[in-house]
């Protein structure tokens, strides 16, 4: 049977709802049960993916069910068959589908304001996601992608070009958030400083954030400041989908190059220890679009679940 329990304990990787500044997460987790290993393959059902296109190229990935993403309110107890349960993966990630995965495509996208303090971040109640990732990451990129427009979000081969707290309001009811990146970028150390207080501000004290997206290069392996960041949002219980970027670079096997599914898992192993549950994560990459829809998907369910509670 499967029971889904409330942890006092530590969780970053589940709906945020509007709750108190004392209570600020929702968490759930499933208990852990052995069942064969499944692949990651994504839904079809007309009626959660309300139009969002499938993309023909498939990327499979091993997942056992402990390490699965099983947003709340989700139940799987009827789901007998391996083959049920799969189709209701988002490809290319450990991510289920809910009841709550629909009205997932954007229609409108438009730039609302910069801001260097949390408490001058708009103020309307809309639920919004925020990106965050290394300076090289391709934050600005993905964030194209997604709205499919060239320049909504500004883009550079020069690392640091974000430098405050950008609102995109999408289909006038929500946000996407594009913070600073953290590492190299070219700016002074004590400006960089600053943009590392307000954004963690902005984490720690934002009512209206439902999820943060943290941008992971899967092209390379894991470098240490990913890793303490997504030790960082844990430890404050911040809600977080890990969203592994560049998967269309594969590096030859005979140069020592891992694929970018290997660096997914070996991520995930290293900051298996963070977590009490597997955090939600979805592959991509902004050259060929894999993972655009899943993005969305995912968005749309947490969404709707925060927006209901």
Request: proline letters at 6%.
């Amino acid at each position: 049977m499967v029971v889904l329990l409330h942890l006092p304990g530590f969780q970053p990787s589940i709906f945020l709802t509007r709750a108190s500044p004392l209570c600020k997460t929702h968490f759930n987790f499933l208990r852990k049960f052995k069942i064969p290993i499944i692949k990651s393959t994504l839904s079809t059902a007309s009626e959660r993916t309300h139009s969002i296109e499938i993309p023909e190229e498939e990327t499979h990935v091993q997942i056992s069910l402990e390490k699965l993403f099983i947003p709340p309110e989700t139940d799987i107890s009827s789901d007998t068959s391996t083959l049920s349960l799969s189709s209701r993966i988002l490809k290319g990630s450990n991510i289920l589908l809910s009841k709550y995965a629909r009205d997932a495509q954007i229609m409108q996208a438009d730039f609302i304001k910069s801001s260097v303090r949390t408490q001058d971040c708009p103020s309307d109640g809309l639920p919004e996601f925020a990106l965050v990732g290394r300076s090289n990451v391709g934050k600005s990129s993905l964030l194209n992608s997604l709205v499919r427009r060239k320049r909504l979000a500004l883009t550079s081969k020069k690392p640091g070009k974000t430098q405050c707290i950008n609102h995109f309001r999408i289909n006038d009811s929500w946000y996407l958030v594009d913070l600073p990146g953290y590492g190299y970028a070219a700016a002074p150390q004590e400006l960089r400083i600053d943009w590392e207080k307000f954004t963690k501000d902005y984490f720690l004290n934002r009512p209206t954030l439902v999820s943060v997206f943290l941008l992971i290069d899967a092209s390379i392996p894991a470098k240490k400041m990913d890793l303490e960041y997504a030790s960082w949002l844990g430890e404050n219980q911040i809600p977080m989908t890990l969203i592994f970027t560049k998967c269309d670079k594969r590096k030859k096997r005979k140069n020592g190059g891992k694929r970018p599914e290997e660096h997914v898992n070996d991520f995930q192993d290293l900051i298996r220890s963070f977590f009490q549950t597997a955090p939600p994560w979805i592959m991509t990459s902004s050259v060929t679009n894999q993972g655009r829809d899943e993005i969305l998907l995912h968005m749309a369910q947490l969404r709707n679940y925060w927006l209901k509670h």
